[in-house]
């Protein structure tokens, strides 16, 4: 007999700590210390009691379930802006290594408790979105930002873009977000930043990687035909080929290999 699935819909979060793998093992035991720490005081800033929080933690981040009749535009207006006061306090004290960054993805959607964590594809949209590139890229163009939101195209029409709790929707950029299958738009927000009014470009190394990739894409393959017929692009060679200074002419296989027959004195 198949089991039901018993799903409920819920306001969910991914929270992820930005270059956390960089740090060593005494590093990241210290991250994830004050991770908790900052969370905490991010929920009690705003009055909210983060013991009703359904969290599974991830090492470096946590995806929270918030409890049934959790305000969504409450979350959104107030969590976030409450976690970049905190992580603000928290890195003026930290040293270079030990500053945190967070980004944060929200969502909302049918969720399940399976036997090995969370279940639902509304899960696998916030994993999605926690990892997209913009939200990558929009952390990336603010380097005295602390945190960086995305919110999923349902969250923002149905929560940002009606204004709730004070939510500017002009502050809140349209991107489109492609991880792995996943293909969708979202919306992203940094506290205290106008992120429309500013380039978010990809970092220069991701740049030139990618601008290497179209450019061998589009560059037709060097082919090699019969005798001493080269081909390169719009470049064809029919005659002898030297290479190199002091390189020989060869008409052919035939006659490279009976010079090199003659040399070994055979």
Known sequence: MASVVQSQRRLIMFVDMESYSRNDDVGQFHAQKNFRKIMRE????CGLDRSGWTVQATGDGEFAIFPPGTSEPRIVAELVPAMERVLRDHNRQASDHARIRMRVAMHQGLVA?????????????????????????????????????????????????????GIRPDRFRRVRVEVKSFVDEAWIFVPDENVNCTPM????????????RVEKAKRPPARRTSGSRFDFGTVTNNGPTVYGDNGRAYGSHAAWREEEDGEDGS
């Open 42 to 45: 991010a929920a009690d800033l």
């Open 201 to 212: 470009d990809p970092p220069a190394d991701r740049r030139s990687g990618a601008r290497r």
């Open 113 to 165: 408790l399976a036997e090995n964590g969370f279940a639902g594809k509304a899960v696998v949209t916030a994993a999605r979105l926690v990892n997209a590139e913009p939200l990558r890229d929009a952390l990336g163009s603010f380097p005295d930002a602390a945190v960086a939101l995305i919110v999923s195209d349902t969250i923002h029409r149905d929560v940002v873009s009606q204004s709730y709790s």
